[in-house]
């Protein structure tokens, strides 16, 4: 990042804050010049010989042979040097890896380096994986090869020293993943390996606790990373009640952390920072807390199922172009491998036959599947879902996002997300990166990138004002459903935009309708997954192919129908990947209707569907 960029980056960000935070944090940094007294402290705290029963081994007798299998190749995969980053980009790795080392970033690409992409490979799960093997298939090579590289670590990342400590979030996840790799380890029943790894962790963890504590988030910075932070204590606590001289009792972080859940938790089950995969990710780090705890009634318990169902039915696990930032992250593998972790996580919370969730966590929520056919309405999160005909609608109703900074929201009111199966064709533009190409990620986040409509030339607000910084946030639209009919509505400068979306069963079709205000050009942009192919369109259809087979055809009417064109642009399917996709700009005056139907020939005229 320029010089000049991140000192507008943090006079937005100080503009964010009220009196409160920013004495806060003056306070907070005066503390931090007497951390290295503090350190010292560190020393004091000895760890015991053991830790204590959480987090729990399963039954190593009761794994499936597909699991052992799984994790015995992913292992094999890892120590070989062949890693999987973000869940799709395959790195070579060297041994020891270079932990500060942006292994991510293709010197190539237009996206720079960023701090996210050193912090993939540090935050343990690989190191999870290899000790998963060493404990569940006896491969005890693998348990002293996770002990080498953990020492290797912390030899080149002394404490809060270097961009491995900039954030207490990633402190706390390896916090989480610590705890298992110390169980694990510890269970393999080896006396060398278990005085090897008292000693790593009395390396690790006080330090790790006593930092976490420290840095936690606070103020507008208290979104997701609090509930990381305070769930890497809540675990190492457990494991180690010695720990708590530094930090305090798991007891005081589990209060700490409900609070936080149910204040980023909605009622309803959406997590208030609107990005689905950052949804995932809290809730898993909720969920292994929770479990620790044993707590498992009370609103805590209920507003997790509640966030669980939420997840199940606004994901999609084969192709998902998620809401928000996504990261596509993952707190401990549980799941047999990466690219099937989204449906393991729907099968096992929704009750099915999930053998390596049901394996490591036992017993799931037991969460309601999506009812095709029917719309389910998320009024306080403002999101829309239904499943009918084989297809998967998903209307965003929704606010920016959480708290003053709204950091992780997209200016997404009014957009419509559609897949036909397991295809996605209408899709969230995504995410992109975070600071390695700002430009870009302000394009994916943008109005213009989504599908809502918006006039001709643009909306003026909210405007992103930093790295994760709106100026403001927009007035949260109204969502509501008219039989099968649901309708988002948002005000443009006082004046209703209305889109509606329903699901015609006689016709296999979606039609979705937006109403404008009289007489000023409005714009709506269709963008497709990078697999369709859109051709010209010629009197208000366009017919599309995907590169599977597949046919649809877009039929759109409008009281003013101005312009339609087929051009190219880019989408991020996932974090730090670009793909150029087709996108179909539609240029109306007061309504425009637009029919997705499978193949076959165009739809009946629009007079058919006027109410």
Not at 163 to 171: D, I, K, T
Not at 427 to 454: C, F, K, M
Not at 470 to 489: I, M
Not at 570 to 592: K, M, N, Q, S, Y
Request: aromatic share 10%; glycine share 8%.
């Amino acid at each position: 990042m320029s010089g000049a960029r991140a000192v507008t980056d943090y006079w937005y960000r100080l503009r964010a804050m009220d009196p409160s935070e920013v004495a806060h944090r003056v306070l907070d940094q005066a503390m931090r010049w007497a951390e290295p007294a503090s350190r010292r402290s560190l020393a004091q705290v000895r760890l015991p010989n053991r830790g204590s029963a959480f987090p729990q081994l399963p039954d190593r007798l009761n794994a499936p042979p597909s699991l052992r299998a799984a994790i015995r190749d992913a292992a094999k995969s890892i120590r070989s040097g062949r890693w999987v980053l973000f869940g799709w980009r395959e790195v070579d790795m060297p041994d020891p890896p270079d932990w500060q080392r942006d292994y991510a970033h293709d010197p190539g690409r237009a996206a720079g380096s960023e701090p996210r992409n050193v912090w993939e490979i540090n935050r343990w799960s690989e190191l999870v994986r290899l000790a998963q093997n060493a404990w569940l298939n006896q491969e005890r090579e693998d348990a002293r090869l996770v002990q080498r590289w953990l020492n290797d670590w912390c030899a080149r990342n002394p404490v809060g020293v270097g961009v491995n400590w900039r954030s207490g979030l990633e402190a706390g996840v390896r916090l989480v993943n610590f705890c298992w790799i110390d169980a694990l380890i510890r269970g393999c029943g080896d006396a060398a390996l278990r005085t090897a790894q008292l000693r790593l962790a009395q390396q690790i963890v006080p330090a790790h606790a006593w930092w976490v504590w420290r840095r936690r988030s606070f103020g507008s910075s208290a979104n997701n990373h609090l509930i990381g932070e305070l769930a890497g204590l809540v675990l190492a606590v457990r494991r180690w009640p010695v720990v708590s001289r530094l930090c305090g009792s798991a007891e005081r972080a589990w209060e700490m952390l409900s609070r936080e859940l149910l204040r980023q938790f909605a009622a309803d089950g959406g997590n208030r920072e609107q990005a689905l995969h950052y949804h995932l990710f809290a809730w898993e780090l909720a969920w292994q807390a929770h479990r620790v705890m044993g707590r498992f009634h009370g609103a805590v318990a209920e507003r997790l199922r509640a966030a669980g169902q939420f997840w199940c039915d606004h994901a999609h696990t084969s192709e998902p172009w998620d809401f928000g930032d996504s990261d596509d992250a993952q707190v401990t593998p549980f799941t047999a491998g990466i690219g099937s972790a989204r449906n393991e996580w729907k099968t096992w919370l929704t009750g099915g036959a999930s053998p390596s969730l049901h394996f490591w966590l036992g017993r799931a929520p037991q969460i309601p599947a999506l009812r095709a056919g029917s719309w389910r309405v998320y009024r306080e999160s403002g999101l829309a879902v239904q499943d009918a005909g084989g297809w998967k609608a998903r209307l965003d109703a929704s606010p920016l996002g959480w708290g003053r900074l709204a950091a992780h929201g997209h200016l997404d009111a009014l957009h419509v997300s559609l897949w036909d199966g397991a295809r996605a064709l209408v899709v969230d533009p995504g995410t992109g990166a975070y600071l390695g190409d700002r430009s870009v990620r302000d394009r994916l986040a943008s109005w213009e990138w989504h599908n809502g409509p918006i006039p001709q030339f643009g909306l003026s607000r909210p405007r992103r004002r930093g790295a994760f910084v709106w100026s403001d946030h927009h007035d949260a639209p109204e969502l509501s459903v008219d039989g099968a009919t649901a309708v988002a509505r948002r005000y443009d400068g006082g004046a209703p935009v209305t889109r509606c979306v329903r699901y015609a069963s006689d016709a296999g079709a979606w039609t979705i309708e937006d109403r404008t205000p009289p007489g000023v050009p409005y714009v709506v942009r269709w963008r497709l997954a990078p697999a369709w192919r859109a051709l010209p369109c010629k009197q208000g259809v366009v017919a599309l192919a995907h590169a599977g087979g597949e046919q649809v055809r877009l039929t759109l009417a409008a009281d003013q129908l101005q312009r339609c064109d087929v051009s190219e642009d880019v989408v991020a399917p996932h974090f730090g990947r670009l793909e150029r996709a087709p996108v179909i700009t539609v240029t109306f005056r007061d309504r425009l209707v637009s029919h997705w139907q499978r193949g076959g020939s165009p739809l009946p005229a629009p007079s058919v569907y006027e109410q």
